[in-house]
């Protein structure tokens, strides 16, 4: 008996065998070569991506204006129906239309095409048939290959507008990377949220210079001692005269020195034995730049729970993974 987990089975497998045929076409010269002339064209533009799509094609379209506009390219979704009732006024020469269309002949989308044609703003097309009266219009025809829908009457658009939805994204991220889009550039577009947290600096969160728990290579294990605990951080820098940073002592290094010195005199351990003898030559630092999730990402595989933030060899900050966890970077 077919079951309700076969069904997600099928329909996932319908759906993938979409993204397999897509993959073949797009090693083509045909696919390829259009692609490459969509991708130019909107890197190109001066204005605006412009894109449009009704139903179920309207919303795949919003979502990936959404997209392009976070990584790096302006962009919006004009509705069809609210382009033919004075949206149209939104579009400007200078801008690139990105319509989307599975069967190519969305009557809605006919005046939107109209006027780009009028007035000579790019059209790209993002369909399921290459041949349809709306290619015919369009400068540059993105024609996917047709793949039976993941629903059993291969009649709701699934497949299709996942399809559409890949290949959207695909363009989205070739700009990105042909603009040189960085992991700074992302952060201006998303402030907020967690994504927002791991893509703050650590410049915007490390304990400031004033507060470092800082002692000189000449100075006793006991004051190390009194640093570690005044500060609580688990770590202290050890700097020479200029406030160079020599090395590092932490609260395991502190407690593997007195184990070792268990039978040795207290004077001795604690007043005669001085920093740069127990401490960890070049530790693992940070630069004020670094973002927090490449920084927690760092401090979880060198496993460490504090770092220095370093700038020309002197020490300007100090992060904890705990600090890193409680802003939300992940």
Same mark, same amino acid.
């Given at each position: 008996?077919?079951?309700?987990?076969? &069904?997600?089975?099928?329909?996932?497998?319908?759906?993938?065998?979409?993204?397999?045929?897509?993959?073949?076409?797009?090693?083509?010269?045909?696919?390829?070569?259009?692609?490459?002339?969509?991708?130019?064209?909107?890197?190109?533009?001066?204005?605006?991506?412009?894109?449009?799509?009704?139903?179920?094609?309207?919303?795949?379209?919003?979502? /990936?204006?959404?997209?392009?506009?976070?990584?790096?390219?302006?962009?919006?979704? +004009?509705?069809?129906?609210?382009?033919? &009732?004075?949206?149209?006024?939104?579009?400007?020469?200078?801008?690139?239309?990105?319509?989307?269309?599975?069967?190519?002949?969305?009557?809605?989308?006919?005046?939107?095409?109209?006027?780009?044609?009028?007035?000579?703003?790019?059209?790209?097309?993002?369909?399921?048939?290459?041949?349809?009266?709306?290619?015919?219009?369009?400068? +540059?025809?993105?024609?996917?290959?047709?793949?039976?829908?993941?629903?059993?009457?291969?009649?709701?658009?699934?497949?299709?507008?996942?399809?559409?939805?890949?290949?959207?994204?695909? *363009?989205?991220?070739?700009?990105?990377?042909?603009?040189?889009?960085?992991?700074?550039?992302? &952060?201006?577009?998303?402030?907020?949220?967690?994504?927002?947290?791991?893509?703050?600096?650590?410049?915007?969160?490390?304990?400031?210079?004033?507060? /470092?728990?800082?002692?000189?290579?000449?100075?006793?294990?006991?004051?190390?001692?009194?640093?570690?605990?005044?500060?609580?951080?688990?770590?202290?820098?050890?700097?020479?005269?200029?406030?160079?940073?020599?090395?590092?002592?932490?609260?395991?290094?502190?407690?593997?020195? *007195?184990?070792?010195?268990?039978?040795?005199?207290?004077?001795?351990?604690?007043?005669?034995?001085?920093?740069?003898?127990?401490?960890?030559?070049?530790?693992?630092?940070?630069?004020?730049?670094?973002?927090?999730?490449?920084?927690?990402?760092?401090?979880?595989?060198?496993?460490?729970?504090?770092?220095?933030?370093?700038?020309?060899?002197?020490?300007?900050?100090?992060?904890? +993974?705990?600090?890193?966890?409680?802003?939300?970077?992940?």
């Amino acid at each position: 008996m077919t079951t309700d987990s076969d &069904h997600v089975k099928q329909a996932i497998t319908t759906n993938r065998e979409g993204i397999d045929a897509l993959i073949a076409a797009l090693a083509t010269p045909a696919l390829e070569q259009v692609t490459q002339s969509a991708i130019d064209l909107i890197f190109a533009m001066k204005g605006r991506l412009i894109v449009t799509g009704l139903g179920k094609s309207g919303h795949i379209g919003s979502k /990936l204006a959404a997209t392009f506009a976070s990584t790096g390219t302006p962009s919006f979704f +004009v509705h069809p129906s609210e382009a033919s &009732h004075g949206d149209l006024g939104m579009i400007q020469g200078d801008d690139v239309i990105l319509m989307l269309t599975w069967s190519g002949e969305t009557r809605e989308l006919s005046d939107i095409a109209a006027y780009s044609r009028r007035f000579g703003v790019p059209l790209i097309l993002l369909t399921g048939n290459g041949e349809s009266s709306l290619a015919k219009a369009a400068d +540059v025809v993105l024609a996917l290959p047709r793949a039976r829908e993941a629903c059993p009457h291969n009649l709701a658009p699934t497949t299709s507008t996942m399809m559409q939805l890949a290949m959207g994204d695909a *363009l989205a991220i070739a700009l990105l990377q042909k603009k040189g889009f960085t992991e700074t550039s992302f &952060h201006r577009f998303h402030p907020g949220g967690k994504l927002g947290a791991s893509l703050t600096r650590i410049a915007d969160i490390m304990v400031p210079p004033e507060d /470092l728990p800082l002692v000189r290579p000449d100075q006793p294990v006991i004051d190390v001692i009194a640093a570690l605990s005044d500060k609580s951080f688990g770590i202290v820098g050890i700097v020479d005269g200029a406030g160079m940073l020599q090395g590092v002592v932490t609260d395991g290094d502190i407690r593997r020195y *007195l184990e070792r010195q268990s039978d040795a005199p207290m004077q001795k351990a604690m007043r005669e034995t001085f920093a740069d003898a127990i401490m960890t030559r070049d530790p693992i630092t940070l630069e004020p730049g670094r973002l927090s999730a490449r920084a927690l990402h760092t401090m979880q595989e060198r496993k460490i729970s504090a770092a220095f933030v370093v700038e020309a060899g002197k020490p300007v900050g100090l992060v904890t +993974v705990l600090q890193l966890l409680n802003v939300g970077a992940a």
